[in-house]
Every structure is written in structure tokens, then in C-alpha cells.
């Protein structure tokens, strides 16, 4: 596809269960941001990779969050003991030049995180 | 990066010109000032950015005052469709590029 495709588009844990969320960027792009957004909010900056390289992830709520982008294409964000404050939605974005171009972001649809 | 300050809500009538306001009176002379759209359900949507020039494009027109601490977002003829929420950010260009959202202003756009 032509656009930022996430997966799962949605998906329920039970409160302690690790989740993993999946972007695949647009082919080429070489920054990719995670955002999270809870309901009724913008979206929150989490992490920042510059393709393989993650640059910047002062926005993690805390070390139960990881992410990783091991080939510079495909990142995954993985949650463990999931609490309920991380039930949100979960977005990703991709630009094609760095990040401190000016260039636009492409977003994903998102994955929709529910925490029982 | 700035903050933002933009009203919660409008409403705007079918094909009038919606004008989105936006402050960012502590905005650095290389904060572009960006404005993104979230439609419900789906991931934000680039509009358009400017630095001091006023800019145009094929979705919008963005107005920046001269002391750049205000500016417009104007949609021309506005559709139900343009019916979201908008996000006025001012991002440095120097940093790691993320963009710091607000709350935005929700646009109803009505028949």
C-alpha cells in the first residue's frame, strides 16, 4: 500500500499482558515517530527513529515501553505488563527526510489499545 | 518548541470560508507554525506550514501576522467532510522533528 499501515487495528489485553503494535512506514521514509493518543486528546509524542537509530524516546511513559526499528523499515512498540492507564490509541508516523527537515508527516490509522 | 493556544470548538456553514485562529505569542524566529486534521477514527492529516510568508495550497491558506505570533487557517469553501479536529503546532526546525500536538479545535461544519 501506499500509506503508513499499522497492526492490529485493534486490540484488548488483559491487564498484565505484554502487547506488541506493528508499523510499517512508507517504503523509503527514513523517520518514524510513535505517538500515543488518549481519548478526547491530542496525539503524545513516545519515540523517534532516525532509520535504524532510535534518537529519541523521551516521550515513553515508562520502561515497560520499548520500541525498535532493527532493519530501518518496520518498527514494532511493545508493552509489557499492560496497565489500564495505557489503554489508548497508538499511532505511527513516517517522513521521508529526517526529522529536522520540514518535511510533513504521514500518519498511520492506528492501533487502538484496550486494557481490561 | 512554542505552545499553542487555539478555541476548543467552531462551527462553520457548508461553503462559507471556516478561518481557524491560532496564538503562539512565545513562538522562535525558526518555529515553523504546522496545522494538521484528525477525522474521526483515522490518523492526522498534514494541511500545510509556513515560517512568516503567508502559504497556499490546494487545501488551504495560512495567514501568519507580521510578529508572527498569530495565525489563520482558512478553508476556502468548507464541506462536511472538513468536518475534524485541528491541531496548530509550532515545531523547530532543529529538533528531532516531533511534533507537540494541543487539544485543537474541533470544526463542525454544518448544512
Known amino acids: 500500500g501506499a500509506g503508513v499501515s499499522q497492526s492490529p487495528r485493534y486490540k484488548v489485553a488483559k491487564r498484565g499482558q505484554d502487547v506488541a503494535l506493528r508499523c510499517d512506514p512508507i517504503?523509503?521514509?527514513?523517520?518514524l515517530f510513535w505517538y500515543q493518543q488518549a481519548l478526547g486528546q491530542g496525539p503524545e509524542f513516545l519515540t523517534y527513529?532516525?532509520?535504524?537509530?532510535?534518537?529519541?524516546k523521551s516521550g515513553l511513559p515508562s520502561d515497560r515501553f520499548f520500541a525498535e526499528r532493527p532493519e530501518g523499515s518496520v518498527s514494532t512498540l511493545k508493552i509489557q505488563r499492560t496497565q489500564q492507564e495505557d489503554s489508548a490509541v497508538y499511532l505511527c508516523?513516517?517522513?521521508?527526510?529526517?526529522?529536522?527537515?520540514?518535511?510533513?508527516?504521514?500518519f498511520g490509522e492506528g492501533s487502538r489499545l484496550t486494557v481490561l | 518548541d512554542a505552545k499553542t493556544t487555539q478555541p476548543p470548538s467552531m462551527d462553520c456553514a457548508e461553503g462559507r470560508a471556516a478561518n481557524l485562529p491560532c496564538n503562539h505569542s512565545?513562538?522562535?524566529?525558526?518555529?515553523?507554525v504546522y496545522w494538521y486534521r484528525q477525522i474521526h477514527s483515522q490518523g492526522p492529516q498534514y494541511i500545510i506550514h509556513?515560517?512568516?510568508n503567508n502559504e497556499t495550497n490546494e487545501m488551504a491558506s495560512l495567514i501568519i501576522t507580521e510578529d508572527r505570533k498569530s495565525s489563520t487557517l482558512i478553508l476556502p469553501h468548507a464541506t462536511l467532510r472538513d468536518t475534524a479536529v485541528y491541531y496548530c503546532?509550532?515545531?523547530?526546525?532543529?529538533?528531532?522533528?516531533?511534533?507537540?500536538f494541543g487539544q485543537g479545535t474541533t470544526l463542525q461544519v454544518k448544512p
Open positions: 509556513g515560517l512568516k
Open positions: 503546532i509550532a515545531r523547530g526546525s532543529g529538533n528531532t522533528g516531533k511534533l507537540i
Open positions: 517504503s523509503g521514509h527514513v523517520s
Open positions: 527513529f532516525q532509520n535504524e537509530a532510535q534518537l529519541d
Open positions: 508516523a513516517s517522513s521521508l527526510g529526517l526529522a529536522f527537515n520540514t518535511g510533513e508527516l504521514f
Open positions: 512565545t513562538i522562535s524566529g525558526n518555529e515553523y
